[in-house]
């Protein structure tokens, strides 16, 4: 199943505060940035993998991370509920 997100393309999460970012690999990878603007950030890799047209799930070692649903894109924009909490990320 293709995944709902775009591939090779950074997604960045639109906020004044949080720093929250995304590359997906097609090959089943995630390279995520995780901070606060003018602060401290971690750069994890996970897994990711399609559920269903509209959702993906991310995992790690320890097992599923987070959950994507109702991931819909509209110009250069994404929109997903990430862990039930609505997101909004630039394409890039």
Not at 28 to 33: D, H, S
Not at 35 to 50: N, S, V
Request: hydrophobic fraction near 40%.
């Amino acid at each position: 199943m293709k995944p709902p997100v775009p591939t090779a393309r950074r997604l960045a999460l639109v906020s004044e505060t949080a720093v929250e970012s995304y590359r997906f690999d097609p090959g089943g990878t995630v390279a995520a940035v995780f901070g606060e603007r003018d602060g401290p950030a971690c750069a994890p890799i996970f897994r990711y993998c399609a559920l269903s047209a509209d959702s993906i799930e991310l995992s790690d070692g320890d097992g599923v991370f987070a959950t994507w649903t109702h991931i819909e894109i509209e110009g250069d924009e994404l929109r997903a509920l990430c862990n039930g909490q609505a997101k909004v990320f630039r394409i890039g």
